[in-house]
């Protein structure tokens, strides 16, 4: 990408939950955009959003979108990715895609700005945003990698705003037929058998996507696949369990990491105060420690709760939370987009 005082961005999917935050994360960090399209399906082109102050107008996404832009934003889902992606980068735009379409490609960089930033330079026009549960725990992970990583235990507990917007409407009308006591008619989250679904409201669920063959599902594989391949550390072994919570914004992860040497707490709460965005709240004598509601609206990555395995000094257990629309998702793309500019010559 030439270097350039400002340049033209384009978002696609700009009227969704995640849309809607990198256009607003765009503003808030200040990134020299000289002009922005506003991208969406023709369903929701029309609307009108604000950017630094100046109302724009949602388009219909077509090829041609793509014309002029130099950094393109996607966050319309796989499908959209798959047909769009390549048709902007013939136009000459950089895409950084938040779906799954592109993650795994072997030719397709996938980046925690904070973690493999020099991934970018190897990209050929795409490059994948990681899924939200994988980029917190990068970041958590990198700031203890030189202490050598053998094993990755780790348990989630994931905000249902991770399923999108229809998913917290759904959380918010059960907890409403709950208190009126009434039955719940929502039919976003899995299915017990037909048109039955499980409450969310009060509740827990292990399952996170759709179930595949080996009896773990899509997300807990996206753990494994995507934490090896930002690590580089293709024979890491991770052992996931993906957990869908009934709160709003924000995920949470349990892990527990052997490594190959013994390693104290001490020296762990060390190296991530160190790490770029990483912020350690770890104070069980005056109960500080991160939460969702602590995470929400920021990009950055808090950890606490760090402790040593009590059978194994070669064993960390320690608590990670992210806002899962920001850091998990548009704040990263828009580091990514950071990433870019400073790069550029």
């Known amino acids: 990408m030439k270097k350039k005082e400002r340049y033209r961005f384009a978002v696609l999917g700009a009227t969704g939950a995640v849309g809607r935050r990198m256009l607003s994360t765009l503003e808030r960090r200040n990134v020299p955009v000289e002009d922005i399209k506003l991208l969406a399906s023709p369903r929701s082109a029309g609307q009108r959003l604000t950017f630094r102050g100046q109302e724009i107008e949602v388009e219909a996404v077509a090829p041609d979108s793509f014309a002029d832009v130099d950094i393109a934003l996607f966050s319309a889902g796989a499908a959209a990715s798959e047909q769009y992606a390549p048709e902007a980068v013939k136009r000459g735009a950089i895409v950084i895609d938040n779906s799954s379409a592109y993650r795994m490609h ?50 989630t ?3 249902v705003s991770g399923m999108g917007q229809t998913a917290v409407d759904a959380l918010l009308d059960e907890v409403d037929a709950f208190r009126a006591g009434e039955a719940s008619k929502q039919t976003v989250f899995p299915v017990v058998k037909q048109d039955t679904h499980y409450p969310m409201a009060f509740n827990v669920l292990p399952q996170c ?13 996206k753990l494994v696949n995507e934490s090896r391949k930002i690590l580089e550390l293709p024979d890491l072994r991770v052992s996931p369990t993906a957990v869908r919570v009934p709160v709003l914004y924000g995920h949470a992860e349990s892990v527990a990491v052997r490594f190959t040497q013994p390693v104290t707490p001490e020296a762990a709460r060390e190296r991530m105060r160190k790490a770029e965005n990483l912020i350690v709240v770890d104070d069980p004598a005056t109960y500080a420690y991160p939460h969702p509601r602590m995470a929400e609206d920021t ?3 808090y950890v606490g709760r760090i402790r040593q395995d009590l059978g194994d000094p070669h064993t960390l257990l320690f608590f990670v939370v992210a806002d899962n629309l920001l850091k998990g998702a548009a704040w990263n793309a828009v580091q990514i987009a950071e990433a870019l500019i400073a790069r550029a010559n």
């Open 106 to 155: 072997a030719e397709v960089p996938l980046v925690v700005p904070e973690v493999n930033a020099h991934a970018l330079d190897a990209h050929k026009g795409i490059i994948a945003n990681p899924n939200c549960s994988t980029i917190q725990l990068m970041v958590a992970l990198h700031s203890l990698r030189e202490f050598g990583l053998e094993h990755v235990v780790i348990s």
């Open 157 to 159: 507990y994931q905000a």
């Open 209 to 221: 996507d759709i179930f595949l063959d080996n009896g773990y599902t899509k997300e807990e594989m």
């Open 299 to 301: 990009g950055e990555t």
